[in-house]
């Protein structure tokens, strides 16, 4: 029989590098779960500055700051936000768990070099629950799905090169018409933030019981 594999004892925090990108793997507040449990963090310095997480917090949560990517990138397993760039592909190790959203069937260089590498991965848009859910996925979807509504407002101003369109209109002015195609985690955000502006909002989707529901929370303001 194979040898168990070992415990893992340490965690990697590594500072995010695709463009645009502000979000941070773990919070001070993960920090302290895990050394509770005995694991030691480390995270690379600047890591949650984009999160509006300092060293200092970090630090008074128990984690190490390593100067570093690499430094942080040696621990046994690594926890990320985005996959791994084409300049973190060296970090890629056998002894490497590594936890981060993938999306490999957009990046098959990413794959490749993960199986080059022989690195364990996990893909955490692909973590399922036995009744279908994606945890891991589902937070994602609802914060896109409320930002968009917000976008699209935004662009609908006439200064923003929109047609001066406002979403809930006005005394005399008749408010927005937003059409969303899908009920899923995204579609139904998008559609009750909306809502919630005040447009005119019609929801599609091909599952009639997905529909029912929403019709039921939302008591007919949104046209399913």
Known sequence: MPAPAPAITTVGVPKEI??????????????????????????????GE??????????????????????????????KVKEPKE?????????????????LAA??????????SGCTSFAYETVQ???????LLAPMSEVAGRLAPQMGAHYLERHNGGRGVLMGG????????VVVLGAGNVGWNSAWIAAGMEAEVVLFDKNLD??????????GRIVT
């Not at 006005?170 to 018409?177: L, S």
């Open 18 to 47: 695709k463009t645009a990108e502000h979000r941070v793997a773990m919070t001070p507040d993960g920090v302290r779960e895990f050394e509770r449990l005995g694991i030691d963090v480390f995270v690379e310095t600047g890591a």
């Open 107 to 116: 990046y098959p260089e990413v794959a490749r070099a993960l199986i080059a």
């Open 170 to 177: 006005a005394p005399g002015v008749q408010p927005a018409k």
């Open 87 to 103: 300049e973190e592909f060296a970090f890629l190790r056998p002894d490497l768990t590594l936890f981060t959203y993938l999306h």
């Open 129 to 135: 629950l036995p009744g279908g859910a994606l945890p």
């Open 210 to 219: 997905r529909l029912r529901w929403v019709d039921q929370i939302n008591k």
């Open 50 to 79: 984009g999160a509006s997480f300092s060293d200092d917090d970090y630090r008074a949560a128990g984690a190490d700051i390593v100067p570093t990517a690499a430094d942080a990138w040696s621990q046994q397993m690594v926890v």
